[in-house]
């Protein structure tokens, strides 16, 4: 494998994992594209140390892909890892400049999140018919979280017990980048919370998660993906019809009642106000929609 060629690659991931403490899904992202970086360079350039690397070898690389029909939000990712990846090594003092000053990322296509509707989103939960069982109990708590609080599919499915404060109305999330962050819960949905933890089937020793099967094991995100593409299905026409599209649903309806934009960030999690600002385009959107209904002249 490439790492054992370069320990500072081995290195910079062992910062990620133990120091950065990345999630487990964004450390395997690292790895497999400088993985797939070094594999290049030892196949195209033998023998070449890092503080040889040059700008051109990355270019070609990057064009490599580019003919390989590979889209600008993959190459992106992989530049930005390269980009991490020598920082590292000049903060280390392996290197003394980086070859990425030069490196341009492609630029991506603005598409707007998918969203669904707000009344498709009360038919779901207001006349949806749920099996009168364990399993439709998680299936419509899970589904009605992730679209009251907007958190991300791998933040419900770690979230424990411990993380829910139902007296005070609230969830402790763990995000990216392991920052904390505090969700309000409508009174409805703590008393919803509290009463699902009470009435577990099976509590199994050593997992702690709020949401289980009815054999007590923590939820598997492809099961999620599941049921949530299921129902939202039956209320929707949307193409895309996955847990974050009810990330997207959520911070969307906020933005088109008036929210505040940092308030929106700090719900979702966002480090910046560049990732949410892509949502008032969805509410200035709903605006044309309205004047372009109503007014006389539109």
Known sequence: M????YPELTRFLQYLQFERRYSRHTYISYENDLNQFFAYLASQYEGVGVADITASMVRSWLAEMKEDDMTSKTINRKISALKSFFKFLLKQGVITKTPMTTIISPKLSKRLPVFVEERDMDTLFAHMEFPDNWGGRTER???LLLYSTGMRLSELIQLKESQVDAGNRQLKVLGKGNKERILPLTPDLAVQIKSYLQDKPIRIEGIHQVFVTEEGKALNPRKVYGFVKKYLSAVTTVQKR???VLRHSFATHLMNNGADLNAVKELLGHSSLAATQVYTHNSIEQLKEVFKK?????
């Open 2 to 5: 490439p790492t054992t060629e």
């Open 141 to 143: 708590l899970v589904i």
């Open 242 to 244: 996955s847990p974050h």
């Open 294 to 298: 109503a007014h006389p002249k539109a």
